[in-house]
């Protein structure tokens, strides 16, 4: 069961490895992003002190770690997914002995590693960019980013697995893409979403990915309200589970191999 | 003048052949403008959480930024339209397709751009179009005149930069992410008020990759905010004119290196 686990993730990495040229100035448009938003965000605090609890230094040091968080977990199976729907080689990956989901959990996280090691020469650049110092809740940054990445890996399968019905996701990992990012608060802090807009941010589980990690790091979330973080992120895992379960039940009933 | 007539006729028709292309795949078109409105809206909806909380960025209103923000879009959607089959130009090179395209009596940068249709950029173009209408200032006339030719000078801008970035895959190197890296710029930093910017990233985006100039002079000219300028005004009332000037330039460097395209044979 390890073993070819292991083997998926080696590809994962490989993959995210292979594609360096792209990777590369995936990472300067990463470093432009948290530039501009360092600007803007400075331009728009112009000498305030604390806004929605938050100061301009803690600000900034949130984007960047939202935006680092961001880059290094983006979900790359619904594309994977994809393309083998699209080409009938799904079947390969359906035949194997070891199950279609785990095989895709596996690709995703040894993509993200990739991600990681990739990033690394960056983190130095982003740091400084965007002014981060060490936090005082690791173990609260820790947890909720490792739960907040299980969820977001559940999410990216939901995807996938809809391809299965739908035969083509890239429109769909797109806008999931842009809604994800949006509502993660790699742009604005959960807290500065007005009225309704700021109660469904609160309530989706995208926020797991950017927002409450990175409010931890910065101290902006803290004491009891972590703990309710991780308790809310370890429920939405099992109702993620519970859901994936019950849909990949269909889906693999569905399965359509194209070609031949 | 004939020959340019000639031009202009055939690329119409060839676009034509190319919208009924991608008229075919009616669901996968709907799809492509949707996400364009969702993505360049999720862009704006930054601006507009942010300005709830704070009323000005960099001195600026909400309204004015969205005219900057509309004028932008418009100018990009503008460009990318007829210029997104430079996308495929290394495809083009690499595979020998180039080959063809120069043997056919008709320029070969109007042929590629005829290529296809960027049908997916109408998103693009809806959503800067309604941000536009919806903030513009009340303007005269002649500043409606100024409004059409920013954007597009603007358009042009982005274009220039584009096709002179392009014109170095005609010699076997591959620029596909580079210019991805200068479209993400100037969609990024092009959208905003450029005093938010501090002097030497400013000078930057002004100067050495010209992002002011498609929309944030123009708009800062039809706002009545020249003052704010790093330009003296009579150069950002004649905004537009460096879009054209840029893309001679452009083109003329495109020729040079069509000059020196060497196939690779296959």
């Known amino acids: 069961m390890i073993r070819p686990l292991a083997g ?109 090691l990739m990033l690394a020469p960056a983190v130095p650049v982003v740091l400084l960019v965007g002014t981060i110092t060490p936090t005082a809740h690791p173990v609260g940054y ?50 500065f979403f007005p009225g309704a807009l700021g109660v469904l941010a609160d309530a989706l589980p995208f926020k797991y990915m950017g927002y409450v990690p990175a409010a931890v790091y910065v101290g902006h979330i803290s004491g009891g309200e972590i703990g309710r973080a991780v308790a809310v992120e370890v429920a939405w895992i099992a109702a993620l589970a519970v859901l994936l379960w019950a849909v990949w039940r269909r889906a693999h009933r569905r399965v359509v191999i194209q070609g031949g | 003048m004939a020959e340019v007539l000639r031009t202009l006729r055939l690329y119409g028709r060839l676009q034509r052949a190319a919208a009924r292309g991608a008229l075919q795949y009616r669901l996968n078109l709907l799809i492509g403008v949707v996400t364009g409105v969702v993505y360049q809206g999720s862009g ?31 100018a990009h959607a503008l460009y990318v339209l007829p210029f997104s089959s430079l996308i495929g130009l290394e495809w083009l090179v690499r595979e020998g ?61 982005e274009a220039a930069v584009s096709l002179a970035l392009a014109s170095l895959s005609l010699r076997a190197l591959n620029t596909l992410a580079l210019r991805a890296f200068a479209d993400d710029l100037f ?30 002079v123009p708009a800062s000219v039809l706002l009545d905010r020249t003052g704010e300028l790093i330009v003296p005004a009579p150069v950002a009332c004649g905004s537009p004119l460096l879009g054209v000037a840029l893309f001679a330039l452009a083109y003329r460097v495109w020729r040079r290196q069509l000059r020196h395209y060497q196939s690779t044979g296959s």
């Not at chain 1, 530039?35 to 803007?40: N, Q, S, T, W």
């Not at chain 1, 391809?163 to 797109?174: K, M, Q, R, V, Y």
């Not at chain 2, 905003?192 to 929309?215: C, D, E, N, Q, S």
């Open chain 2, 187 to 216: 969609s990024k930093f092009g959208s905003y008020p450029m005093g938010v910017f501090g002097g030497a990233a400013r000078w930057a985006l002004t100067f050495v990759l010209p992002v002011a100039f498609v929309a944030y």
């Open chain 1, 142 to 191: 820790a947890a909720t980013l490792a739960l907040g990445y299980v969820i977001s890996l559940m999410m990216s399968l939901l995807i996938c697995v809809i391809g299965f019905w739908t035969l083509e996701t890239g429109a769909i990992s797109l806008l999931y893409r842009l809604v994800s990012h949006f509502f993660a608060g790699t742009m604005v802090p959960l807290s």
């Open chain 2, 97 to 157: 397709e180039l080959d063809r395209v120069l043997l056919r009596p008709l320029n070969p940068l109007v042929q590629i751009m005829a290529k296809r249709l960027g049908v997916g950029q109408v998103g693009d173009l809806l959503a800067g179009v309604v941000l536009l209408v919806i903030a513009v200032p009340p303007l005269n006339p002649g500043m409606i005149l100024f409004c059409l030719a920013a954007v597009v000078g603007g358009a042009l801008v």
């Open chain 2, 44 to 74: 704006f909806a930054f601006v507009w959480v942010v300005m709830h909380t704070f009323p000005s960025m960099g001195g600026w209103s909400l309204r004015e930024v969205a005219f900057l923000y509309g004028l932008r879009l418009t």
């Open chain 1, 8 to 116: 998926m993730a080696r590809i994962g990495l490989r993959f995210q490895l292979a594609y360096r040229s792209d990777v590369i100035m995936s990472v300067l448009a990463l470093v432009a992003q948290v530039f501009l938003l360092r600007m803007v965000w400075t331009s728009l605090y112009g000498g305030q002190g604390q806004t929605r609890g938050l100061s301009l230094e803690a600000l900034l040091a949130y984007l960047s770690l939202a935006n680092l968080q961001a880059f290094a977990t983006s979900p790359i199976i619904p594309r994977i997914t994809h393309f083998r729907i699209r080409t009938g080689t799904v079947f390969f990956d359906l035949s194997r002995p070891t199950g279609y989901l785990p095989q895709m959990a596996a690709f995703q996280a040894g993509h993200t590693a990739g991600g990681l």
